[in-house]
């Protein structure tokens, strides 16, 4: 993964939108991938670009802040990045693994996070038989919008609708209405799967989890304690019994821990790391490093770096 120069302009990677087939009741009438940053180079190369892409999917930021309505059925999967979708129904944070669900006729927005990458997956489908509404009745669990986490099986998933989208066949046109009702279901599943596992793993795992999730944000333990329903005290005691760390501490050490990753891995300066991980500034993240990893990251990133060995 090429981890160079920021490019910070988001751009449509591979679009289709074919003519109105009909299968199982879906009419897909477009399917899609937006990035922008370092190293997303995940699906198409930018000479794939389809011609029309543009009209899909809002092609610059600007486009993608201002309130649009949706025509068909609209569902998204963010694969990496941060932001907010605005609806009718108020303000939801989006961020890894959260799938986007909107139907017809609803007003929204979205605002990613503009200082680090993202890659977010999308198809618009619409129809009206009893499969489709069958299909919607599904979907209605994901409105407006979900977290089941990282699924390798959802983003293959949407890829082969990419690949699907991108042959000319009739046959292949037919198949993007099957693969839509497949992907329902397993978003579906994967949201019950989702679902079963934080009933049954503890507040600690699900505080690291949602810690692994923010590292690129702000986010206090006040924050955390209210999203596990437990008051601050009590999290904060529970957290270093188990831990032997304080929760804040933790956090630090898991944000230094994947900025080691950005030190041996590319050769930005320290200010953009330290403001990648919401460090106060240069100076702030330098003294947090030192202090946990025992050295300097000027000195990790010469001792470790690829330009080390």
Same mark, same amino acid.
């Given at each position: ?10 751009? %449509? ?6 003519? !109105?087939?009909?299968? /199982? ?21 930018? !000479? $794939? ?14 486009? /993608? ?21 605005? #609806? ?5 944070? %989006?961020?890894? *693994? ?6 017809? $006729?609803?007003?929204?927005?979205? $605002?990613?996070?503009?200082? =680090? ?8 489908? #619409? ?20 977290? %089941? $986490? ?13 690949? +699907? #989208? ?9 198949? @993007? *209405?099957?693969?839509? &009702?497949? /992907?329902?279901?397993? @978003? ?12 049954? &793993? ?15 944000? =702000? +986010?206090?333990?006040?924050? %955390?304690?209210?999203?596990? *329903? @437990? ?11 188990? !831990? ?18 950005? @030190? ?5 300066? /320290?200010?953009? +790391? ?18 946990? !990893? ?9 001792? =470790?770096?690829?330009?080390? =060995?």
């Amino acid at each position: 993964m090429n981890h160079g120069k920021w490019r910070n302009e988001p751009r %449509i990677q591979q679009v289709y939108m074919p003519p !109105a087939t009909e299968r /199982l009741g879906v009419i897909c009438s477009s399917v899609g991938v937006m990035s922008a940053g370092y190293g997303l180079s995940m699906v198409a190369d930018e !000479a $794939d670009r389809v011609e029309g892409a543009d009209d899909a999917f809002p092609g610059t930021y600007a486009e /993608l802040k201002t309130r649009r309505r949706t025509a068909d059925w609209f569902l998204a999967y963010m694969v990496t990045g941060t932001g907010q979708l605005v #609806g009718e129904n108020g303000c939801h944070d %989006i961020a890894q *693994g959260s799938v986007v669900s909107l139907p017809p $006729d609803f007003r929204y927005s979205i $605002d990613i996070n503009q200082k =680090h990458p993202y890659c977010i997956y999308y198809v618009t489908f #619409g129809g009206q038989s009893m499969r489709e509404r069958k299909v919607c009745t599904a979907i209605d669990e994901l409105f407006p919008t979900v977290r %089941i $986490d990282l699924c390798r099986d959802v983003i293959r998933m949407y890829r082969q609708l990419l690949e +699907i #989208g991108a042959s000319k066949t009739a046959d292949a046109q037919r198949e @993007l *209405g099957a693969s839509i &009702v497949l /992907l329902v279901a397993k @978003l579906v599943n994967r949201l019950h799967e989702h679902r079963t596992t934080e009933r049954r &793993v503890g507040p600690v795992d699900r505080a690291k989890a949602i810690m692994a999730a923010h590292l690129f944000d =702000h +986010i206090s333990v006040g924050e %955390i304690a209210r999203e596990l *329903g @437990l008051p601050a005290s009590t999290f904060r005691r529970e957290f270093r019994s188990a !831990a032997g760390i304080s929760p804040y501490r933790y956090f630090l050490r898991q944000k230094i821990e994947a900025a080691k990753n950005e @030190l041996m891995t590319t050769d930005v300066p /320290l200010r953009t +790391i330290a403001e990648k991980f919401c460090f106060t500034d240069q100076y702030h993240f330098s003294r947090v490093f030192s202090r946990i !990893a025992g050295c300097r990251p000027t000195e990790w990133r010469r001792t =470790h770096g690829s330009s080390g =060995h």
